[in-house]
């Protein structure tokens, strides 16, 4: 049984930073492809970053790009989103992806596996 934990969020300021992570059991980490996606509260999830199954290749919704960094530690099963100079607006709850597959991918429907979602809330 796949199961994705995640971890990390909490309650901070503008302009300071979070790092999430996210667990991996029950699928060969290193085959995966995987994703952080984001629902605020009355709007529908969106994605944040990807990654492919290596590490080199990664994507990012222009909302995040130069201030999240996504990587991977295929020795630990874990995927990180570094969250850098936050805004109110990424308030949310984030949720880590996975797909059995070599690139990454953007769109939610190409994922197979969820966690239950952390709690990111940034303060103006």
């Known amino acids: 049984q796949v199961q994705l934990v995640e971890s990390g969020g909490g309650l901070v300021q503008a302009e300071g930073s979070l790092r999430l992570s996210c667990a991996a059991s029950?699928?060969?980490?290193?085959?995966?492809?995987m994703g952080w996606f984001r629902q605020a509260p009355g709007k529908e999830r969106e994605f944040v970053a990807a990654?492919?199954?290596?590490?080199?290749?990664?994507y990012y919704s222009d909302s995040v790009k130069g201030r999240f960094t996504i990587s991977r530690d295929n020795a630990e099963n874990t995927v990180y989103l570094q969250m850098n100079i936050l805004k109110p607006e990424d308030t949310a709850v984030y949720y880590c992806?996975?797909?059995?597959?070599?690139?990454?991918?953007?769109?939610?429907?190409?994922?197979?596996?969820w966690g239950q979602g952390t709690q990111v809330t940034v303060s103006s």
């Open positions: 992806a996975a797909r059995r597959s070599a690139s990454y991918y953007t769109n939610e429907n190409d994922y197979n596996y």
């Open positions: 990654i492919d199954r290596s590490g080199s290749m990664r």
């Open positions: 029950g699928l060969t980490f290193s085959s995966a492809a």
